[in-house]
């Protein structure tokens, strides 16, 4: 090929290439022109849906030809392919692929045979095996030939429908998906149902909201839809179940995902080290079923926010809906759309209609005239006729009397379709079934005219007549939700351990012979704070330099709010010595900050980092020389405010200090805080994982009563772990009693315990300590019933008792070991709340209220108590793993 010159070719010029005439085409030139072409064709013929029916042109020749082979039998996929290839210039595989699509969507087509599964990603079997045919719904709403507009196909033999004539939002219903040049579309599937109350409601004028429901169910956040439009972004999770404490089940999965691309993403997160899993089963059969195992000491509820922040088990769609119309792509919004699909089919209902109405014209003017033709025996009067002009023109003459009685003017057709009728007709004509006929007729012809002028009403009724025969069974499948962002840093497994050498500098999970500091993930930031006042947020590394002489070191985390640091730093080489409490809540990575006044020589003197915003007191030190008449005097950093990182803090003294030491520990100075307990991990957390406890200030306290029957009350830090065997953790009340019900292992009987609550933090034991006691249960419910059931005897069927806690069992001291219940007859007790006894103490409550005219939260705040915001559910006892041997020892649980 020559070179192409400078200038451009205009035109389609051609430049001839040898002597014998042929020529070149320049490539700019075929690009321009070609590719264009392509592209447009690409657009308009394949990959985007048409706004009129809502198929892509495959789609709609799959349907035309599927009717046209209709029999109410089921056809092989092969032989519709085949059928359809007249039709569809593009080969069987394109053709087999998109009906296989459109079985699987479970609307238009149905199926026999293994039409694959949209849960597992398993293909269909070969077109040769399975079995198609249009369902009674894609009859009654896609196809009217009377009403549908035909155009050549691709090779002018056959005749194909421009656009079927769909009287349903289909494209809404089923989605659709195409990449074209240049151009993409993707719309998301929605509830059938929904779509028609939508349609029904945008007929009436109404703006219609719809939200996507996908074929695989799952959980959806709609809050940035956007009416389907770019731009717009949905979040689709799936249902994830927890079966126990070490295992969860996904049930549902996201839009776009198989059960085998999904585990695919929790292996692979599993093997980074983002979560902790043990085994992985796939149990899907006709419903997903994927089982997690988990291995001991992970939380389920920690887990499951790990899955989303790092698997398939969450995914982003992005929506982009575009369509065809008159030739050109166009941007709607799912409403949009809607509305003209329901003025669309309030027209196809109209111009049905108006051609019903047209036939029944027809066929009274047709009855009227074939009546008239007999009754008058006008057929007699053209024997005598010659010529076929005269038996016309004689029956012509004969009809005329009558013509004001015909709908419309007697042409010539009509006459030639008189001459048609047989001897056999004339002979057996009924007179009273033709008046029958023409009054049906015109009944009929009533109703339609009355139709067409309430077709908004008519068009409503055909939607909810839809709704009535294809509704059920179409039920929504996607839950919408408001899902809360997952920080990735807060979920994810700690598969690393911090570690720390403070004279060289360096920080890293891969310096294992160094200073261990705490566990952490690879995603986490760390905190530094050197001595001379600096302090540094870095992404965690397997090593890096961070500065010596290393103060403090910890994993970092943002926007926490609740994490104080109080600190006292001396200013200067000889400077004030200033005292500060300041949170950190968000910083520039790699950024070097000073919490102290940025003089040269600046030290700090004491630093804590306490998690819940605790304030200690301290005890100060000066130095020998220092001229102040006191020299050792305590400074309580709870009469400090709580300012930013870049405070400079108050004046603690002006004089040089030796050394600062902790001389109490100190409470939360914060607001009050949710807390809730995992009993997988056994810890406290503000995630919302586990039993909620109640909300803690202060000084608040948890108490703990464990199996054994030991009793002790703590504080509420977060690092605080609890045994295996509590049975009962909830915040300690002073005013409200506990209740136990033990079994005394000496004794062989039940006791019940009620006592008021007392602050102790060092262990103490509320049952006997016999061999084989053991405490069976423990609530901190006020208004309880127990229920006892005993033992049956030969004979004898002793009947369960209900036995008022309040009433029976007075409230003794701690040390006291409570009320024996029946000796050896008792098989079991269980505490209840009573119904009775809590809508009593509701009525008192009410009427005190209405005595008062404040609430009890109210009074309590008159009186200066801190009461929790809302009332924690109660603390579900812990089913015990095991029992004590004993005799005659009966099984609670």
Not at 379 to 388: G, H, L
Not at 474 to 502: G, H, M, P, W
Not at 665 to 671: C, D, E, F, R
Request: proline share 4%.
């Amino acid at each position: 090929m020559s070179e192409t010159p400078d200038k451009e070719p205009e035109g389609n010029a051609e430049e001839p290439a040898n002597g014998n005439g042929s020529s070149v085409i320049h490539l700019q030139q075929m690009y321009r022109n070609w590719f264009l072409d392509y592209a447009s064709y690409v657009i308009l013929e394949r990959a985007v849906p048409a706004l009129e029916d809502g198929l892509k042109p495959v789609q709609r020749r799959i349907f035309h030809s599927m009717r046209e082979l209709e029999d109410g039998r089921y056809n092989k996929v092969a032989n519709l392919i085949g059928n359809t290839m007249k039709y569809h210039p593009h080969g069987d595989a394109s053709i087999g692929d998109a009906l296989v699509q459109l079985g699987q969507k479970e609307l238009a087509v149905d199926t026999q045979g293994n039409w694959g599964n949209i849960l597992t990603g398993d293909s269909a079997a070969a077109a040769r095996y399975i079995e198609a045919r249009l369902s009674k719904f894609a009859l009654d709403v896609i196809f009217n030939e009377k009403t549908t507009d035909w155009q050549n196909s691709y090779d002018g033999r056959n005749k194909e429908p421009v656009y079927l004539p769909v009287k349903f939002p289909l494209l809404l219903a089923q989605g659709a998906e195409g990449i074209a040049v240049g151009l993409a579309c993707k719309i998301l599937p929605h509830n059938f149902n929904e779509l028609i109350d939508a349609s029904i409601g945008a007929l009436k004028g109404k703006k219609p909201h719809l939200y996507p429901d996908f074929p695989t169910g799952g959980m959806a956040d709609v809050s940035n839809y956007n009416d389907g439009l770019k731009g717009g972004k949905v979040i689709v999770r799936a249902k994830i179940g927890i079966t126990d404490k070490k295992t969860l089940v996904i049930t549902e999965i996201p839009f776009g995902c198989t059960t085998s691309s999904l585990i695919d993403s929790v292996i692979t997160a599993n093997e980074k080290g983002k979560i902790k899993i043990k085994n992985i089963e796939d149990n899907t059969a006709e419903n997903v079923e994927i089982v997690i195992h988990l291995p001991a000491g992970v939380s389920p509820d920690k887990t499951i926010d790990a899955l989303y922040a790092f698997t398939d088990c969450a995914v982003s769609i992005s929506p982009n809906a575009c369509v065809i119309e008159g030739d050109k792509p166009r941007f709607l919004g799912m409403s949009e759309m809607l509305r003209i699909s329901a003025e669309r089919t309030q027209k196809l209902l109209q111009t049905e209609l108006e051609i019903r109405l047209n036939e029944l014209v027809e066929q009274f003017h047709y009855v009227s005239l074939e009546k008239i033709f007999i009754e008058k025996r006008i057929y007699r009067d053209i024997e005598e006729c010659e010529t076929w002009e005269d038996v016309l023109t004689t029956i012509e003459d004969g009809l005329k009397p009558y013509r004001k009685k015909l709908p419309r003017e007697i042409t010539r057709e009509d006459i030639i379709k008189l001459t048609e009728i047989k001897i056999k007709r004339i002979s057996k004509f009924d007179s009273f079934q033709a008046d029958k006929l023409m009054k049906d007729i015109q009944e009929e012809m009533k109703t339609v005219k009355h139709d067409l002028e309430n077709i908004v009403e008519y068009a409503v009724d055909y939607f909810k007549e839809i709704k009535k025969k294809y509704g059920t069974g179409r039920e929504r499948k996607t839950e919408i939700k408001s899902f809360d962002t997952i920080v990735a840093t807060q979920v994810a497994a700690s598969n690393q351990k911090l570690y720390v050498n403070r004279e060289e500098g360096f920080a890293g999970y891969g310096m294992k012979k160094d200073e261990f500091v705490c566990d952490c993930s690879d995603l986490d930031d760390i905190v530094i704070i050197r001595r001379d006042g600096t302090m540094l947020i870095n992404k965690i590394s397997e090593k890096s330099f961070v500065g010596k002489d290393i103060l403090y070191i910890n994993v970092f985390k943002r926007n926490d709010e609740r994490t104080i640091y109080n600190l006292v730093y001396r200013d200067g080489a000889r400077g004030n010595t200033m005292i500060k409490r300041f949170a950190v809540t968000a910083i520039i990575r790699d950024k070097e900050y000073m919490l102290t006044r940025g003089n040269p020589n600046s030290e700090i003197l004491y630093l804590t980092a306490n998690a819940n915003g605790e304030a200690e007191v301290v005890t100060v030190n000066l130095k020998a020389n220092a001229a102040a008449r006191n020299k050792i005097f305590d400074a309580d950093f709870a009469e400090l405010a709580i300012k930013g990182r870049d405070a400079m803090g108050n004046i603690l003294t002006k004089h040089p200090v030796r050394k600062i030491t902790i001389k109490e520990k100190g409470v939360s100075t914060l607001t009050a805080q949710k807390i809730w307990f995992d009993d997988t991990v056994l810890r406290l957390n503000a995630e919302e994982r586990g039993l909620y406890i109640g909300e803690f200030a202060g000084d608040d306290k948890i108490m703990v009563i464990t199996r054994d029957g030991g009793y002790r009350t703590c504080g509420f830090e977060f690092t605080t772990h609890f045994d295996k065997d509590t049975i009962l953790i909830a915040k300690l009340d002073k005013t409200k009693p506990l209740t136990i019900v033990y079994w005394e292992g000496e004794k062989k009987k039940f006791y019940i315990k009620r006592f008021l609550p007392e602050e102790s933090e060092k262990k103490s034991i509320l049952i006997s300590e016999t061999p084989g006691s053991v405490t069976e249960m423990a609530s901190a419910e006020e208004h309880l019933l127990a229920e006892i059931k005993y033992r049956q005897e030969k004979g004898k069927e002793l009947p369960d008792e209900m036995l008022s806690v309040d009433k029976e069992i007075p409230v003794m001291g701690i040390k006291a070991q409570g009320k024996p219940i029946n000796l050896n007859k008792v098989k079991e007790i269980r505490l209840l709340p009573d119904p009775n006894a809590l809508a009593a103490a509701k009525e008192k409550e009410n009427a005190e209220e209405e005595e008062t005219g404040l609430s009890p939260v109210e009074e309590a705040k008159a009186a200066k108590k801190i009461l929790p915001a809302a009332k924690a559910p109660a603390p579900k006892p812990v089913k015990p793993k095991s029992k004590p041997k004993g005799d005659d020892q009966p099984t609670l649980f």
